[in-house]
């Protein structure tokens, strides 16, 4: 049998003169444009401003004489370092046995425990910062006050106002990104790895310090890392922890360098060694997850059996339970009695609940409505601009339409070295002035959370686009459809998740992000992050805690989304770092 | 006239030449085969014929129109072939009548003509009840077939395959290599078929092209690239062979362990060291001196193997360092280390490069 089919008469045309021009080229063009605007000029401008005189703009040093000029801004930066080292370290110490405990053994209910760190993870660090000033906070301080009932003492022995305060908080709400990591790692280690350990005479203990951590440490110290430079480069906890208990760190002095008048030059200037060393640990990070981790980290993860505890596996529950409650349990318990509370300070009684705070927050208060709505819209803005222009990015990069493909992606994961502050101020230098002007506007905090959150975008982006075959595309050029038709018809299908998923890895983040709005927010463009910080210095915490909370319970729908669409766990892979 | 004509076509990455000065002519409804081992340059050739990429010199004509130049490509979305790639390309978010239809709905077909075709050819590929599924609903054949079927329903000037059969087991490859010549003897389209697999090379094609280190080794048909192989690569990737070295002497050659007339043997007119191809299924054995048109040599037997269809013996003849290979019959027994008498038709020795 034969199809006896006339001549497709509406076929495409004949084969035209060959031509070189492609008109997606156009596209590709406008990216290269948008990424110059978006990384390339923050960047040079934050650069040069440091070279330049405030009112001339003639070439000086005079900006690094001013900004090191001082004993105290030195120790402004030493105190980051210091800080950033100790809580990397105790972060370490919480996140590290719960990754073993979770990944690797039979410690009972590893779900909760990811449930808590999720919960951990999605808690902002200012939020967590409120809350321990309502633990810890000197005298007032719940934990104190049980101190003093407990033991008749009349001071309690809690400071939060103080160095380890806040390395402790902010170790707290950054462990989740070692948790992350190292049960990526370990997740990868099979047990037939540990079995020929053990089969060459080698027992539990020796294996586990021979084979399992060796196989881990390169990820436990990326996670490390990560942590040290998310400490220096945070904003929130040290302006409301480091400022009241008299000393400064890089970016609190940075806020003040930022302060009437705003000295931009500066700043520009003091943020190169934050900028600098962010930089460095990058790539050494980079360096160590490349080099030893490698063969762990692309092995196929073959059978794995969990390593049974015995009596230890309800121990090891207990250190998960007790980490839990230091950055979960109790912080949202007080959090919640003060959003529900005429005066926090009067505790639990009943006469005590109300709910003004949230018909304040909610209805009364001229700007923090608005300043949610604002967070949710920027961030909304912000994640489709970034989730497309990566897909854009990703997918010319991976299939070599364009010649220097890589230097587009490499553009769009460089963000990732530059702290949110100094971005801030490089997105200050380059479009505050009168030129364009958009301090202050919705567009530039749009533009800066973007920067901000590409290199989650171009991450996600890549790996999807890796994942999919090119020839289900070219099998729609060869039937006659275009790129485009590719892209709209076969890719964009099969990518729908990967692109809600990433799209939400960028939203949840930027709708708490503080330390690049803190720079950037006019009267009208306040977002929910910068509210809160505003409320922490006018010390209205009953208020803050209700607008904390009803910025957490307008996450949890997309959580449930997320879930729904990639799987539990999908905020705690590595690729949402 | 020629349907795709490729004139000395080459694809240079930098100082690499990946294909070099390509030239073949297909005429209308004619299957071609392009093999060689992988990194020989075919997929790359396939791949300039679909336009995916430009060549580096010399031009491709589809019906007399130059379709592919150094300086220009028509996009293989207006060149009005279709394609089978080697992982199918099955779209996994269409079901598989919206696969096959795909390409008639990018031609703008109506609704109800789009139907008509797409059940038709899936009656043909014998998927008619498959129709609805989601191809991860299909097992590797099936999705073949969907491959197929797409790509023919088009009725496309040009029917291109990359290695389609590497991802099946043995059995479905050898029922699919019918398959597809059975669908080009139904729709006669022109088709160039990449392979690394001779024996699906020999099935599927009127011509095949040899193809080694990007430049064409020999074009011709099945049948004769296997008695007439001309160069001692296309010898020993097509079959198996021995090579035997020569030197002409006189009017003689002689070979290690025999010695042939000359005037017998193919190509034995100048000088010098020759070299020869000589299938192992071309040389007689047997216990006693025959009295065959061949030279009749003494040997030993060195070695053997027994696979079933045929006996695989290693024979030395007498004072010679190399064996040759022989093939015979599954019922002819020699033991290890048995005198035996060769018959070596010079006939059957073809001269290689």
Same mark, same amino acid.
């Given at each position: /049998? ?36 978006? @990384? ?21 040093? /005079? ?10 801004? =030195? ?12 809580? $990397? ?17 039979? /410690? ?34 719940? +934990? ?10 009349? $001071? ?13 908080? =902010? ?11 190292? #049960? ?30 060796? +196989? ?24 409301? =922890? ?55 980290? #692309? ?84 994640? #489709? ?10 997918? =010319? ?34 479009? $505050?002035?009168?030129?364009?002007? +958009? ?36 099998? @729609? ?24 998923? $990433? ?52 996450? +949890? ?13 999908? /905020? ?6 | ?24 002519? &297909? ?9 060689? !081992? ?8 396939? *791949? ?5 990429? !430009? ?63 797409? %059940? ?17 609903? &299909? ?22 395959? %990359? ?9 479905? *490859? ?31 094609? %009127? ?44 009017? %003689? ?24 191809? &000589? ?24 070695? *053997? ?24 019959? !599954? ?23």
């Amino acid at each position: /049998m034969a199809i006896a089919a006339p001549a497709i008469d509406t076929a495409p045309p004949r084969p035209r003169r060959a031509a070189n021009f492609d008109s997606t080229w156009i596209l590709w063009i406008a990216i290269i444009a948008v990424l110059l605007f978006l @990384v390339v000029s923050p960047f040079v401008y934050l650069v040069v401003t440091s070279f330049q005189a405030e009112d001339t703009g003639v070439f000086t040093l /005079m900006n690094y004489a001013t900004a090191y000029g001082r004993a105290r801004y =030195i120790d402004a930066l030493l105190n980051s370092l210091k800080l950033g080292a100790a809580a $990397a370290a105790l972060a370490g110490l919480f996140a590290v046995p719960l990754a073993w405990a979770v990944a690797r053994t039979d /410690m009972p209910a590893p779900g909760l425990t990811r449930m808590l760190v999720l919960a951990t993870f999605i808690t902002p660090p200012y939020t967590g910062a409120v809350a321990w000033i309502l633990l810890a906070g000197p005298n007032a301080g719940w +934990l104190n006050r049980f101190y003093m009932l407990a033991t008749g003492a009349e $001071a309690g022995p809690f400071n939060i106002y103080s160095f380890t305060g806040l390395a402790i908080v =902010i170790a707290l709400y950054s462990f989740p990104y070692i948790f992350i990591f190292t #049960t990526a790692a370990l997740e990868l280690v099979s047990s037939e790895m540990e079995d020929a350990a053990n089969i060459l005479g080698a027992g539990p203990w020796r294996t586990m310090r021979r084979v399992t951590l060796p +196989l881990a440490l390169p990820a436990i110290l990326g996670g490390l890392i990560i942590c040290f430079l998310e400490a220096i480069a945070l904003f929130g906890s040290p302006a409301m =922890i480091a400022i009241p208990a008299r000393f400064n760190v890089v970016t609190t002095q940075l806020f003040q360098f930022f302060g009437n008048p705003v000295r931009v030059e500066v700043a520009a200037a003091y943020a190169m060694p934050l900028l600098g060393v962010t930089v460095l640990l990058v790539l050494v990070q980079r360096l160590i997850t490349r080099r030893k981790g490698f063969v762990a980290l #692309t092995g196929k993860g073959g059978e794995r059996r969990p390593i049974l505890l015995g009596r230890w596996r309800w121990a090891m529950f207990g250190y998960a339970m007790i980490v839990a409650s230091l950055a979960v349990f109790l912080p949202y318990i007080f959090l919640v009695q003060s959003a529900f509370a005429k005066a926090w300070g009067r505790g639990f009684a009943l006469d005590n609940v109300s709910l003004d705070n949230f018909r304040f927050v909610l209805f009364e208060h001229a700007t923090a409505a608005q300043s949610v709505i604002n967070s949710f819209l920027y961030a909304g803005a912000s994640a #489709t601009i970034a989730v497309f222009l990566t897909l854009g990015v990703a997918y =010319i990069a991976a299939r070599r339409l364009v010649p220097f493909g890589g230097v587009l992606g490499f553009l769009c994961v460089a963000p990732f070295v530059i702290p949110g502050v100094v971005l801030a101020i490089g997105f200050y230098a380059a479009y $505050a002035p009168p030129t364009l002007a +958009l301090y202050g506007t919705a567009l530039i905090l749009i533009l800066a959370f973007t920067t901000r959150f590409l290199p989650v975008g171009y991450v996600n982006a890549s790996a999807a686009i890796r994942s999919l075959n090119p020839e289900m595309e070219e099998a @729609v050029r060869v039937l006659g459809g275009s790129r485009l038709t590719a892209l709209r018809r076969v890719v964009a299908p099969l990518l729908k998740r990967n692109l809600l998923g $990433a799209w939400l890895l960028i939203f949840i983040p930027a709708t708490r992000e503080l330390s690049s709005a803190i720079f950037l927010y006019g009267p009208s463009t306040k977002v929910a992050s910068v509210m809160i910080f505003d409320m922490s210095e006018e010390g209205n915490f009953e208020r803050l805690a209700a607008l904390a909370l009803i910025l957490q319970v307008l996450t +949890l729908p997309l959580l449930w989304i997320g879930q729904k669409a990639l799987g539990r766990d999908f /905020m705690l892979r590595r690729n949402a770092t | 006239m020629s349907k795709l004509v490729l004139k000395n076509v080459a694809k240079r990455y930098g100082a690499f030449e990946a294909v070099s000065d390509f030239s073949l002519e &297909l005429t209308p409804g004619e299957f071609v085969s392009l093999l060689g !081992p992988s990194g020989c340059g075919k997929t790359t050739t396939l *791949r300039m014929i679909a336009g995916f990429m !430009p060549p580096s010199a010399g031009t491709i004509v589809m019906d007399g129109r130059e379709i592919s130049s150094p300086s220009g490509v028509v996009p293989p979305e207006h060149r009005r072939m279709s394609m089978i790639f080697q992982s199918y390309a099955i779209w996994p978010n269409m079901t598989v009548g919206e696969n096959v239809g795909f390409g008639l709905q990018v031609r703008k077909l109506s609704r109800a003509e789009i139907d008509r075709r797409v %059940d038709k050819i899936l009656d043909v590929v014998q998927m008619r009840n498959l129709k609805g599924r989601y191809p991860a609903e &299909l097992s590797g054949g099936q999705q073949q077939r969907v491959a197929l079927a797409r790509a023919i329903v088009v009725e496309p000037e040009v029917l291109l395959l %990359d290695e389609p059969l590497s991802n099946l087991d043995a059995n479905l *490859r050898e029922e699919m290599r019918f398959e597809i010549r059975r669908l080009h003897d139904e729709f006669k389209i022109t088709t160039v078929y990449v392979t690394h697999d001779q024996s699906e090379a020999m099935v599927t094609s %009127d011509r095949i092209v040899v193809m080694n280190k990007g430049k064409i080794e020999q074009i011709d048909a099945p049948h004769v690239l296997y008695s007439r192989p001309r160069s001692r690569f296309v010898a020993g990737f097509i079959g198996r062979t021995n090579f035997l070295e020569g030197e002409r002497q006189g009017s %003689d050659v002689r070979f290690e362990g025999f010695t042939a007339v000359a005037g017998t043997l193919e190509g034995a007119n100048g000088g010098g060291k020759l070299l020869y191809s &000589l299938r192992p299924q071309a040389i007689g054995l047997s216990m006693q001196k025959t009295g065959g048109v061949g030279l009749a040599v003494e040997a030993e037997i060195a070695d *053997r193997s027994y696979l079933g269809e045929y006996w695989d013996y290693q024979v030395r003849p007498l004072g010679a360092a190399k064996a040759l290979r022989v093939s015979t019959g !599954p019922n002819a027994v020699f033991e290890v280390g048995s005198r035996v008498w060769l018959e070596i038709d010079p006939a059957a020795m073809v001269r290689v490069e």
